[in-house]
């Protein structure tokens, strides 16, 4: 008998699942800068309620005033006409930009470069001081006979201005979003489809579009945000929105902190608005992108609910 068979056989022992033993892994400081970082906002949140500085009572009489829902409201109109007009150009800007024709090519570039270089601020007073320029329109033939004459200062009023600033300007941002989103969907997508014979209007609005608007979405909603916040510069041409009218109040009755404090959470509250729509629309066109859709925040606290009720039972076998 040799020397490895003179060995002993070793035995192979067999451990159950519930004999494992899982060591728990210790994370001293997240426990540390987590409770620090707890502290510093309790200590926030308590000078935030009791400081007598930010007069939550003023704040509670000016945040529904009729004055304020009416700023409030020319606000979401600002936006809602500059967002609107500004992507409707911006669209056209984009496909000139991508088309074959040299002329438009470089009228697109031309605007997109122009409009993102000069401040919004600029562009603004410049359409509020349009009469000094041109005290009266015209519609009719180039270099010709006038058909419709009118008036610049009856026509373009204050409000009127803002939105053709805000709209020109959205525009330039806009054109450059949906000309990333269109050139980020695979050509060989395109070939494919025009291998197939589809027809080049089917092949954008089905193959396309709900491609690019998943590269498309997240910056559109960024600038329809900024776009949001941005209408408080209009203020400088004596428009009575948010901003503006909470300027007029604090000027009137020297309560600077709880009026900016009302301008400060309606402006909060629309954009939680803005970005819970957001999420809806990404969630829309992230079908067939991805294989499990993102739950909804009432989905995720239904499945929480179910894991911690179900949790005893599974314990217990």
Request: hydrophobic residues 55%.
């Amino acid at each position: 008998m040799t020397q490895l068979e003179a060995r002993p056989t070793p035995v192979e022992t067999v451990i159950g699942d519930e004999d494992l033993v899982v060591a728990r892994k210790w994370h001293p400081w997240r426990w540390v800068i987590s409770i620090a970082v707890l502290v510093v906002v309790a200590q926030f949140l308590h000078g935030f309620a009791t400081n007598p500085g930010w007069d939550w009572g003023t704040f509670a009489d000016y945040f529904t005033a009729p004055s304020i829902l009416s700023a409030l409201w020319l606000t979401i109109q600002l936006t809602f006409w500059g967002t609107l007009f500004g992507f409707v150009i911006g669209i056209a800007l984009a496909i000139a930009r991508l088309s074959n024709n040299p002329v438009l090519q470089v009228i697109s570039w031309f605007y997109i470069w122009a409009f993102r270089s000069i401040p919004l601020i600029v562009q603004l007073l410049f359409w509020f001081n349009l009469a000094y320029l041109y005290q009266t329109l015209s519609l009719g033939i180039p270099f010709g006979p006038a058909f419709f004459e009118f008036n610049v200062n009856s026509v373009i009023s204050g409000s009127t201005a803002a939105i053709i600033g805000l709209a020109l300007h959205q525009a330039a941002y806009s054109a450059e979003i949906v000309r990333a989103g269109i050139i980020s969907v695979d050509q060989g997508q395109l070939e494919a489809s025009a291998a197939l014979g589809i027809p080049k209007r089917r092949e954008f609005f089905k193959i396309v579009l709900p491609q690019a608007m998943r590269g498309i979405l997240p910056n559109a909603a960024n600038e329809v945000i900024s776009l949001f916040k941005g209408t408080s510069i209009v203020s400088v041409m004596a428009i009575a929105e948010l901003f503006y009218q909470v300027q007029v109040v604090y000027g009137r009755n020297g309560r600077v902190v709880p009026l900016l404090m009302v301008a400060t959470v309606w402006y909060i509250v629309l954009t939680s608005i803005l970005s819970v729509v957001q999420f809806y629309v990404e969630r829309h066109y992230a079908k067939g992108a991805v294989r499990n859709i993102p739950l909804t925040p009432i989905q995720k606290l239904r499945k929480k609910l179910a894991e911690i009720t179900l949790a005893p039972r599974g314990a217990t076998r």
